[in-house]
């Protein structure tokens, strides 16, 4: 192995084809990465010289230019399950069968159909994944119905599924049952998910497009190297994007004027009665009569009668009858 300068040991991992820097995380979480034969500490470099192995197995370090890193467009099949593990029944891996080490970049659902790319180049994973880099994927959708007039509109503008409002995004009807979606998200079965809010069933979901690079006439189960214009493009399209995600993208500025201030309990202030009696006792306000106290002189409308007083039909108090 030779290379200029040190690399961290996910990246060296990532950078040799084995897999991608998040599962070579997960291998050296696992103690199954050793740097010299010894394990390596958090945040291991590895340094011209070093021997990295995974398993026991030694790995080979990449090329600086890249010209030896793998890059394939793949129709995935209906039942394929999108996985290097090679106990899964149908993974991708096995259906390919490429001489080399390669993972997908991201994944198609196992019902769903179309476009993958595979790689053994660990950088270049994140930069096409991550939403805020805001790569484009297209899809031809369809459903078990007929489309409402207002479909496009409602899923162009985004729906609430898990949790979240999905990002808006471009939407054609091409069909009485068949849509093209383009997204730059990628939430689990989120097509799935958006059709399924307003009432559809997917029956159909194929991927068409990832970026510039097209399905074309691949048939499913076949798969390709991309042409040098396509790798030369999509170098060109991820040279600035971002891999790993953007620190607070999501949270709301601390210095916002829209963030939400914290609350500030008030002391609460001990409100002295007005109306008190001679006795310093709070008075009922609608009588004048101590609270609690009743009133034994009252007319069925709630007033103050006269002793002894009789009830009118009004409620109001009667004089007192007079002797005959």
Known sequence: MTFDSAVRLNKFISDSGHCSRREADKLIASDRVKINGLLPEL???????????????????????????????????????????????????????????????????????????????????????????AHDKEYIVTVNKNLAPNFAEKMSRGLPILGTITKPCKVR?????????????????????????????????????????????????????????????????????????IKGANAKSSASPTATKPRVAKPKVKKEPKDLDKHGRPKNKSTGVKRGAKSKNLTTGGRTGNKGAGRGNAGRPTAPRGRK
């Not at 030694?58 to 593990?85: M, Q, V």
């Not at 091409?174 to 079965?189: H, P, V």
């Not at 799935?192 to 499913?220: A, F, H, S, W």
């Open 173 to 245: 009807v091409i069909g009485k049952t068949t849509f093209k979606i383009i997204l730059t998200q990628g939430l689990n079965r989120q097509i799935r998910r958006m059709c399924d809010y307003l009432g559809y069933d997917v029956k159909q979901l194929v991927r068409t497009r990832i970026m510039n690079i097209e399905l074309g006439k691949l048939k499913p189960g076949q798969w390709r190297r991309l042409t040098k214009v396509e790798l030369d493009l999509l170098t060109k399209a991820t040279s600035q994007s971002s891999k790993t995600a």
């Open 43 to 133: 945040g291991a470099v590895v340094e011209s010289g070093d021997v990295v192995t995974v398993d026991d197995q030694p790995l080979r370090a990449s090329a600086a230019d890249k010209t030896d890193r793998i890059y394939i467009a793949y129709n995935k099949p209906f039942g394929i399950t999108c996985t290097t593990d090679q106990t899964v029944k149908g993974n991708i891996v096995d259906a390919i069968d490429h001489d080399e080490r390669i993972f997908p970049i991201g994944r198609l659902d196992k019902p769903s159909e179309g476009l993958i790319l595979l790689t053994s180049d660990g950088d270049i994973v994140n930069k096409i994944l991550r939403a805020e880099n």
